[in-house]
């Protein structure tokens, strides 16, 4: 990779489309299916702290645990947005330092290499900020650079699905914008609506 990707502005579009969930809508349909918005919020709190420590290779429960065991992605607690918005800033931190892109680390149990996983903590952050506008009714706008890194990186998935990051590609529509194409590529109807 000639160029690391920022996760800045992505983290903090995310931060911003968080900061306007409203407590009604947690438990509203989301565009991974079967999860609430709750749910959702409580897997990117979640995957912040995740791939946070995966950043500064400090290795143990947040990076050994697969975020699909168990009982599925958790709710988020009462003071998420809090929680969220400290996780979200360190995560950004940590994935300035260029040794986070070096070497060996580890997400979700999954020894890979730092910039094979600063590109998921990428990919996570922003199909789950679109995710969460999408349910909430909120615009969300990839910008170019960001969507093409994403789509090549989407691209060298199995387009039937691959557990744990993306469902079964969708047929994009003939004029999809590279946006479109990453959310079709990952497994998302970039049409969906709540209802």
Do not use: N
């Not at 680390?105 to 998921?120: K, Q, Y």
């Amino acid at each position: 990779m000639s160029e690391t990707p920022d996760l800045t502005s992505p983290v903090q579009r995310l931060l911003e489309v968080a900061g306007h969930v409203t407590d009604d809508q947690l438990d509203d349909p989301t565009p991974c299916a079967g999860r609430s918005v709750r749910r959702l919020l409580g897997h990117v709190v979640g995957l912040t702290a995740a791939f946070r420590a995966a950043a500064d290779k400090d290795l143990g429960p947040w990076t050994d645990t697969d975020p699909d065991s168990g009982d599925g992605w958790p709710e988020a607690e009462a003071d998420w947005r809090d929680t969220l918005t400290t996780r979200a800033t360190a995560l950004v931190e940590a994935w300035q330092h260029p040794a986070a892109w070096d070497g060996i680390t580890r997400a979700g149990g999954v020894d890979l290499p730092g910039e094979v996983a600063g590109l998921v903590a990428l990919d996570e952050v922003v199909l789950h900020g679109w995710d969460l506008a999408r349910a909430t009714g909120q615009p969300y706008e990839i910008d170019e650079k960001t969507a093409a890194t994403l789509l090549d990186f989407v691209s060298g998935f199995d387009p039937a699905g691959t557990p744990g990051l993306f469902g079964p590609a969708v047929e994009p529509q003939p004029d999809a914008s590279t946006s479109d194409r990453v959310l079709a590529r990952a497994g998302r109807d970039p049409r969906w609506t709540p209802r």
